[in-house]
Antibody, heavy 119, light 114 residues
Framework: EVQLVESGGDLVQPGGSLRLSCAAS????????MVWVRQAPGRGLEWVAN????????YYVDSVKGRFTMSRDNAKNSLYLQMNSLRAEDTAVFYC????????????WGQGTVVTVSS | DIVMTQSPDSLAVSLGERATISCKSS????????????LAWYQQKPGQPPKLLIY???TRVSGVPDRFSGSGSGTDFTLTISSLQAEDVAVYYC??????????FGQGTKLEIK
C-alpha cells in the first residue's frame, strides 16, 4: 500500500524550532518530487516547499524562505522539514505529499501532523 | 505568482441536483507544447487530508465516480458534480501546477446539502 506517515508535530514557542519527518512506503520514493503542504486552522491549503527526487534542490514559498529547510534521505525513504524561527502564523497541519510524476498534481497525501506555535 | 480564485466560497445543493464550482487563474495554465492545462481539483472531507479528484483539468483519477467532471481551458475551469450524493459534502480546491515548482491553490469552496 502506498503510504506517507508524518511525525514530529508539537507545541512550540515562538522563535523555536521543530523538525518534521515523513516516512514513505509502497512506492519507489527516490524517483518522485516530494512536497510539504500546510493548512492553518479553518483555512485553505498552502504549498510550503518541494524537493527534487535526488534532493539536490528545494523550493519554498516566500513566507518560509530562510527559516525552513526541506531535505530527504532516499536510502531511508524519508522526507524532512526543519523549521526554525517559528511564528504564530506557522500554526497548521503539515501534510507530506507526493507529486505524482506524469500526473503533475499531488496524488498521495499523508494524514498530517499538527504544529502549534504559541507561548 | 499565479493567483487562483474560486467561486462561490460556499454552495448548497439538493441531493441529486447538479453542483458547479468555478476556478479562475490570473494567467493561462495551458501549456501550448502539449496542449494540457496544468490544473487539478481536490476534495477534502472534514478531518481528512485532501484527495486528488481530477488532473490535467479533466482527467479523473481512477476510482473517482463519473459524476465528477472537470472542464475548461486557459484561465477558466469548472468542476461539476452531476448528481450530488451525501458523501460529496466537502471542501473542494483547485490548484495550478503550471508554474512548477511554485504551486498555488484556490481558497476552497464548501459544498453542503440544501
Amino acid at each position: 500500500e502506498v503510504q506517507l506517515v508524518e511525525s514530529g508535530g508539537d507545541l512550540v514557542q515562538p522563535g523555536g524550532s521543530l523538525r518534521l519527518s515523513c516516512a514513505a512506503s509502497g512506492f519507489t520514493f527516490s524517483i518522485y518530487w516530494m512536497v510539504w503542504v500546510r493548512q492553518a486552522p479553518g483555512r485553505g491549503l498552502e504549498w510550503v516547499a518541494n524537493i527534487k527526487p535526488d534532493g539536490s534542490e528545494a523550493y519554498y514559498v516566500d513566507s518560509v524562505k530562510g527559516r525552513f529547510t526541506m531535505s530527504r534521505d532516499n536510502a531511508k525513504n524519508s522526507l524532512y522539514l526543519q523549521m526554525n524561527s517559528l511564528r504564530a502564523e506557522d500554526t497548521a497541519v503539515f501534510y507530506c505529499v507526493r507529486e505524482g510524476g506524469g500526473l503533475g498534481a499531488f496524488d498521495i497525501w499523508g494524514q498530517g501532523t499538527v504544529v502549534t506555535v504559541s507561548s | 505568482d499565479i493567483v487562483m480564485t474560486q467561486s462561490p466560497d460556499s454552495l448548497a445543493v439538493s441531493l441529486g441536483e447538479r453542483a458547479t464550482i468555478s476556478c479562475k487563474s490570473s494567467q493561462s495554465v495551458l501549456y501550448n507544447s502539449n496542449n494540457k492545462n496544468f490544473l487539478a481539483w481536490y476534495q477534502q472531507k472534514p478531518g481528512q487530508p485532501p484527495k486528488l479528484l481530477i488532473y490535467w483539468s479533466s482527467t479523473r483519477v481512477s476510482g473517482v465516480p463519473d459524476r465528477f467532471s472537470g472542464s475548461g481551458s486557459g484561465t477558466d475551469f469548472t468542476l461539476t458534480i452531476s448528481s450530488l450524493q451525501a458523501e460529496d459534502v466537502a471542501v473542494y480546491y483547485c490548484q495550478q501546477y503550471y508554474n512548477t515548482p511554485l504551486f498555488t491553490f484556490g481558497q476552497g469552496t464548501k459544498l453542503e446539502i440544501k
